[in-house]
Each structure stands twice: as C-alpha cells, then as structure tokens.
C-alpha cells in the first residue's frame, strides 16, 4: 500500500472521459448517486495512486464546477473484480447524465476503501466522506483548483464543438 506522500505527489490528478452505467445497484435509490467512468480512464490512473476514497471538484459537459467525493478501488462491500472510479456529485442534476463527458479534479485523500457489515454502515461512512469533502474544499488552496483552466478548456471545447 503505497504511503501518503507517494498519493499526494500525483494530486491534483486531472482527468475526463465518458460516463457509463455503473453495476446499477441503486446507488441512486440510496440517493449517493456515483458516476461510472470507463474501463480505460481507471486503467491510466497512475500505476502508485492508491485505492481508496477522494474528494475534489467535477463539471458535466460545459456545465458548472461542483464539489465531489470520488472511490477508486475494489469497493470491497461488493467485492467488484474490476476496478471501478465512480464520482458522486455534490449537486442536484434535472436529469441523468450517461454519455456526457465528465471532468474531474482530485485535490485531496480521504481514506482508504473499507468492508462494512452492513448497507447502513457503509452509506453513513459515504455521508461522512461527503461532510468531511465539503469542508476541506473550502480551504483556499482547494477553492483555487475550483477556478483551473482544466474547467475552462472543457468548456471551450465542447462549445466549439457544436
Ligand atoms: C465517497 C464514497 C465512498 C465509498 N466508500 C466505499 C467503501 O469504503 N467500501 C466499499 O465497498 N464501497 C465504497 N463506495 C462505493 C459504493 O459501494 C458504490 O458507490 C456502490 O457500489 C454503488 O455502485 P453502483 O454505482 O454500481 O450502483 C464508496 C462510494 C463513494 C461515492
Ligand atoms: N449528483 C450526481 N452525482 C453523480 N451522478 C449523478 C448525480 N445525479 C444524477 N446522476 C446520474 O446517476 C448516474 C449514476 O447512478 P448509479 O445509481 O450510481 O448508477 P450506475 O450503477 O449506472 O453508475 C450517473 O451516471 C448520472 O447519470
Ligand atoms: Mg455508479
């Protein structure tokens, strides 16, 4: 497992891709919807970054900057035999967002993913995270990373694309 400093070294960590349907185990019925990244976006990760569960700042499409918590990893409540990266979105969508292209900034760590021996324990340690996420990224050296010009090509892009 590599040790904190190691993670901290490749953070931020920007990256984009697709949206794509997740194992669909209602995380959403939960109301901790996550946002599946493809297969190709986790495999490019950095080889050391360890699994477990981040927070830092995501945009839909063009759309605007909000906070995220996101869970790199096995989710070993579920034991998953393929890495997955899913982003939970700190905001209130009108409507799903499959195959738009997600933006994503990681700024910090939280912990590592854990087992739970219940749905209830797991969803409460989610909630946790969220609280724990909102108030780091209000640090000013957090707040920054809000304003990168990662967001503002993303928008750039897709608005010269149509
Ligand atoms: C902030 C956050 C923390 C998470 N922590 C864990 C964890 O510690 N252990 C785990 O097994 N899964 C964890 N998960 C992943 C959930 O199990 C996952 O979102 C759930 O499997 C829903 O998957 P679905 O999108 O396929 O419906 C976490 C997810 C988020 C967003
Ligand atoms: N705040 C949000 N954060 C992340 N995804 C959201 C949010 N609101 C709506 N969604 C939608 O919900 C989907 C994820 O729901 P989820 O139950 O995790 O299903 P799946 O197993 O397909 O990932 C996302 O792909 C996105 O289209
Ligand atoms: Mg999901």
Redesign the pocket.
């Known amino acids: 497992m590599p040790r904190a400093d190691c993670i901290m070294r490749h953070l931020p960590y920007f990256c984009r891709g697709q949206?794509?349907?997740?194992?669909?185990?209602?995380?959403?019925?939960l109301g901790?919807?996550?946002?599946?990244f493809p297969e190709q976006v986790v495999d490019n990760l950095p080889a050391d970054i360890s699994t477990g569960i981040y927070y830092g700042w995501a945009s839909v499409g063009s759309g605007d900057v909000?906070k995220?918590v996101v869970s790199i990893g096995w989710n070993p409540y579920y034991k998953n035999t393929k890495k997955s990266m899913?982003?939970?979105?700190?905001?209130?969508?009108k409507?799903?967002?499959?195959g738009?292209i997600l933006n994503v900034a990681i700024v910090g760590y939280l912990r590592p993913e854990k087992n739970f021996d219940s749905l209830v324990s797991l969803i409460s340690a989610i909630h946790g995270d969220i609280e724990e996420a909102k108030k780091q990224l209000d640090l000013p050296e957090h707040l920054k990373i809000k304003e990168d010009n990662f967001f503002q090509v993303s928008k750039s892009k897709t608005m010269n694309g149509h």
Do not use: L, W
Request: aromatic share 12%; charged share 20%.
């Open positions: 949206v794509v349907h997740g194992f669909g185990r209602g995380s959403k019925q901790i919807p996550t946002a599946n909000h995220m899913e982003t939970h979105i700190m905001h209130t969508f409507e799903d967002f499959y738009e």
